[in-house]
């Protein structure tokens, strides 16, 4: 890794300078953040499992006609993917009332909504990743109208895929993250999936259960989050179901 030009570190990954143009080294460590980083661990095995998820995900989507930036994975913690111009937005779509939502407007936590909602927040650390409406969106240029219908449109259709594939496995699909990229190709710009999809992105609660299987039992405190994350992974085919966490991952490609 010390050969290769680093481009962007964040709190969960690495962005290296890719073997051809237009392309980049994601590289998923095993640090994890809450709080606007104000909580830290490194939880071993981590990377390695956020990066199988996120290849399940990005390849899942890929087949059904859903544009992603993933390329193919590189090995246990690396993955090629499209360099794209990120839209400085988290976009998240809501299934149940939980998190921030929940707080906010005084809701039980697991409250079905009434509809997928779509919410938006300006990528901004400092700021605390502030919601925005859609009208500070266009007014600041950040996104265009046409940007905003094609961003809800790909949004929805990752919900319906993410949902029908996690309630498959007794996964109930609460809520989710995702970052959009703009790409192009000639003279045309298409917007497509970006960042990861990962048990760090959405909230993913046991349809029996209602056990948390994603980066709340760090938040809260509930357990060990690589047992979590590598429930999910076992459930999906990801790892066998007889692998223990993956605390000293093997170096398989």
Known sequence: MARRKKIYEGKAKILYEGPEPGTLVQYFKDDATAFNAEKKATIEGKGVLNNRLSEFFMSGLNAVGIPTHFIKRINMREQLIRSVEIVPLEVIVRNFAAGSMAKRLGMEEGTPLPRPIVEFSYKDDALGDPLVPE???????????????????????????LSGVMYGVGIKLVDFKIEIGRVWEGDFMRLIIADE??????????VATGQKLDKDVFRRDLGNLADAY????????????????????????
């Open 230 to 253: 590598t429930e999910v992974a076992r459930r999906l085919g990801v790892l066998p179901k007889n692998n223990g966490s993956v605390t000293k991952p093997t170096l398989i490609n």
């Open 197 to 206: 999809i990962s048990p760090d992105s959405c909230r993913l609660w046991d």
């Open 135 to 161: 009208e500070y969106i266009i007014a600041f240029g950040w996104a265009s109208q046409q940007d905003m219908d094609d961003i809800v449109a790909l949004a929805l259709r990752v919900n319906d895929y």
